[in-house]
């Protein structure tokens, strides 16, 4: 079965440093998401792309964070001079539609996720 | 943002009895619902969904309930084995947006 997969599975880096994180989505998907989850609380969403393009981001996702899909199969998240409170385990997901706009939903598929550590 | 309440953090099972996780949620504009499962050093895997113009969707051994005027869902596993033994996750979508919204979470063990 397809999924989504993402690289590495433990980031270390020391606080103010840059990190990207990883992600090559199912092949034929169309939408991309981030989220992460902090240790003990909610997956929470961070932004969903699409076409290119931000389609929808939360207000966690501020300049510090920027995405990007270089080529055809991988999708990145930048995080720029990170922080302690950046800790956590960052989850990839990719899916087929979205229902905003599109004819259907359709789930959204995750990777196992980056843990970014920061000290 | 307490939009999706998963109020029972877990739940036990004895082997080949039924299942039942609950989820509330409070935005009305909620229209796609999802269940997910996750292990241990995983990422969430989908379970079931159900939109909002259904009030029961059902794949092999796992159900999903809605119920609109009360806010809630629930996701049946008849009959539970020891590899569902998991944390579930209930997530809901609005139409016009891209996110999920999650609620915390709700541990199941299933006892052989």
């Known amino acids: 079965e397809p999924e989504v997969t993402q690289t590495p599975s433990h980031q270390v880096t020391q606080m103010g440093q840059e990190v990207i994180l990883r992600c090559v989505p199912i092949s034929n998907h169309l939408y991309f998401y981030w989220y992460r989850q902090i240790l003990g609380q909610k997956v929470e969403f961070l932004v969903s792309?699409?076409?290119?393009?931000?389609?929808?981001k939360s207000e966690i996702f501020d300049d510090q964070f920027s995405v990007e899909r270089p080529d055809g199969s991988n999708f990145t998240l930048k995080i720029r001079s990170t922080k302690l409170e950046d800790s956590a385990m960052y989850f990839c997901?990719?899916?087929?539609?979205?229902?905003?706009?599109?004819?259907?939903?359709?789930?959204?598929?995750f990777g196992d996720g980056t843990r970014l550590s920061i000290l | 943002d307490q939009q999706v309440k998963q109020n029972s953090p877990s739940l036990s099972v004895q082997e080949g009895r039924i299942s039942i996780l609950n989820c509330d949620y409070t935005?009305?504009?909620?229209?796609?619902f999802l269940w997910y499962k996750k292990y241990p050093a995983e990422g969430p895997t989908f379970l079931i969904s159900?939109?909002?113009?259904?009030d029961k969707n059902e794949d092999g051994r796992f159900t999903v309930f809605l119920n609109k005027s009360a806010k809630h869902l629930s996701l049946h596993i008849v009959p539970s084995q020891p590899g569902d033994s998991a944390v579930y996750f209930c997530?809901?979508?609005?139409?016009?947006?891209?996110?999920?919204?999650f609620g915390k979470g709700t541990l199941l063990t299933v006892n052989p």
């Open positions: 997530a809901a979508k609005r139409g016009s947006n891209y996110k999920l919204t």
């Open positions: 792309f699409y076409n290119n393009e931000i389609s929808e």
């Open positions: 935005n009305s504009m909620f229209d796609y």
């Open positions: 997901a990719s899916s087929e539609g979205a229902g905003a706009g599109d004819y259907s939903n359709q789930p959204q598929h």
């Open positions: 159900i939109s909002s113009i259904k």
